[in-house]
């Protein structure tokens, strides 16, 4: 299923003689929730062309919430995130349940074959607010810059990292 998603944004991006970077590619798109698959990541239809409708998994741009299960380089690392990376994803769930309209702003390639990154836009108590400066107001989410990760949601790292007195 991701090489297929992969092929078709691949062929819609040179059908409309776009670049596979990870430059912005388009200044904004809207689209339709189709799940929310975790803190910073979304499942989208968007109409990338007039008839063409794509579905793309969108990661939230520059942002690091709680990973929801163990495994691989960038899974949880305790319980504690386990828990807290399921409770952000219902909240995300919540806010954007399928068949919600967002925007989509600043849009690129991610470095996953086919899932775009990009500033997700929704309403919230009736302001337009973009998702990764909402969840990080919420203490929910860090920045992050696609690197190694700077944050432990784990509780016996955070009292290693504390400054000693």
């Not at 670049?19 to 388009?26: L, N, P, Q, Y």
């Not at 803190?39 to 919430?65: K, M, N």
């Not at 990009?118 to 690197?147: E, S």
């Amino acid at each position: 299923m991701a090489k297929t998603k992969a092929a078709m944004l691949l062929a819609g991006g040179v059908a409309l003689g776009l670049v596979a970077s990870d430059a912005a590619f388009h200044t904004s798109y809207e689209g339709t929730v189709k799940r929310v698959i975790d803190g910073d990541t979304v499942e989208v239809l968007v109409e990338v062309a007039p008839g063409l409708v794509q579905e793309v998994d969108i990661r939230e741009r520059d942002l690091d919430t709680p990973e929801k299960r163990r495994g691989g380089r960038g899974g949880a690392k305790c319980e504690e995130e386990i828990a807290l990376g399921k409770s952000v994803t219902a909240l995300v769930r919540s806010k954007l349940p399928p068949g919600t309209t967002v925007g989509i702003a600043n849009v690129g390639l991610g470095k996953y074959a086919g899932r775009w990154v990009g500033d997700i836009r929704l309403v919230v108590d009736g302001r337009i607010v973009d998702l990764g400066d909402w969840l990080i107001g919420q203490g929910l989410a860090v920045n992050y810059d696609g690197g190694k990760k700077r944050k432990s949601w784990c509780p016996k790292d955070q009292a290693r990292l504390e400054p000693t007195r």
